[in-house]
């Protein structure tokens, strides 16, 4: 399977998906013009990797300093095509990223891991 690599913008984070691997990156900033024409190479790529067996073991970083309201969702529903992983019998881990002064992402971070289930580990990074 084609690994995806979306080169980060001011508006947009990187993304890469590594089936190889089993590695799952988005980093940076999520304000695109439009949230669901940007995640739906995402989401999609991630419904292949679900149905053509996925790596026993997926990791996942997310590492965003910002995302908007309609990312949210999006975001939501990577990790709902994630949790389609999960269910499998294979291990996923979302390693949520937040600066040590961001209360905000952390309780994104703690919004996400209290709908879903995978399990979350929150990371706090230091400044």
């Known amino acids: 399977m084609e690994p995806l690599s979306i080169e980060g913008t001011p508006k947009t984070p990187t993304v890469i998906l590594d089936a190889e691997k089993g590695k799952i990156e988005i980093k940076g900033r ?5 949230s669901i024409e940007f995640y739906k190479p995402v989401v999609d790529w991630l419904e292949k990797y679900s149905s053509e067996g996925p790596k026993k073991t997926t990791e996942v ?13 999006c975001i939501l ?3 709902k095509k994630l949790e389609g992983v999960h269910k499998n019998d294979n291990e996923v881990v ?14 994104a971070g703690e919004d996400y891991q209290s709908i879903l289930k995978i399990p979350f580990k929150m990371i706090e990074i230091e400044d």
């Open 30 to 34: 999520s304000i695109p013009e439009n």
């Open 77 to 79: 529903d990577v990790f």
């Open 94 to 107: 979302i390693n949520w990223y937040y600066e040590e002064d961001d209360e905000d992402m952390l309780e």
């Open 61 to 73: 970083i997310i590492q965003l300093e910002y995302f908007n309201t309609s990312s949210s969702k």
